[in-house]
């Protein structure tokens, strides 16, 4: 088996997970609150959400009140959702499908039967993984997504829960962001070998895998 590849992208740091975790469990996040909950120092916890956010992950908004004082930044989790949107996913969303479509007009074997949506969520779901380190290999009539080795094979038992829950969460907001009707389930698997659930929301009770590396 290869040996995993550097871990990099939104979970290279388990400190840079630490926040992601916190804003995906709830939004509208203060400063204050994820430097109390992370033990960090407030422009650490600063210098990670602005990388967060330029990868197009959290997104930020002033805070709206009706009392006197300087409001405060917000952060939330970048989910694809209408209201939690980040400009930046758009962006990258639309360039991995312009660069998907290019490949499939040289190579139209490359096409999938699950149409373009889905191609379109698959392009933008893959050069996100490859971002964050993994080698993935789509297979798109099963709907799996082989990741192994995964690249945090090696990190602490006690972390792993954390940074596969941080990272489904993460592909959650990368298919909502692209549009389509594919949705990431769940993650399983063991050591380095592992698997993202997917299903195609459009053919009801069709629930198929993705293998992932962090169990």
């Known amino acids: 088996m290869a040996s995993a590849g550097p871990v990099c992208g939104p979970i ?12 995906q469990s709830r939004s509208d996040r203060t400063i204050g ?8 120092h407030a422009n650490t916890v600063r210098e990670h959400l602005q ?14 009140r009706a ?6 930044t917000l952060y939330s989790a970048a989910t694809g959702t209408p209201g939690a949107s980040s400009p930046v996913a758009r962006e990258k969303a639309k360039a991995a499908a312009v660069r998907g479509d290019i490949m499939r007009r ?33 297979d798109d009539e099963r709907l799996t997504v082989d990741l192994s080795p995964c690249p945090h094979a090696a990190a602490r038992p006690e972390d792993r ?10 592909m959650q907001g990368v298919l909502a962001e692209a549009g389509g009707p594919l949705t990431a389930e769940c993650v399983r698997g063991e050591l380095s070998e592992c698997t993202v659930q ?7 009770g069709d629930v198929r895998g993705v293998r992932h590396g962090m169990a």
Request: glycine residues 6%; charged residues 20%.
């Open 198 to 204: 997917l299903k195609n929301t459009v053919q009801l």
């Open 33 to 40: 609150e994820l430097c109390e909950a992370t033990g960090l």
């Open 161 to 170: 829960p954390v940074l596969c829950q941080v990272h489904l969460s993460l």
């Open 67 to 72: 009392t006197r004082g300087r409001p405060r």
């Open 106 to 138: 040289v190579v139209p074997s490359a096409a999938s039967d699950l149409g373009p949506a889905a191609d379109y969520q698959l392009d933008a779901l893959i050069e996100h993984l490859e971002e964050s380190g993994f080698e993935p290999v789509v």
């Open 51 to 64: 990388r967060l956010i330029d990868g197009g992950y959290v997104i930020a908004q002033v805070e709206r």
């Open 12 to 23: 290279s740091s388990f400190s840079r997970v630490q926040i992601l975790h916190l804003v």
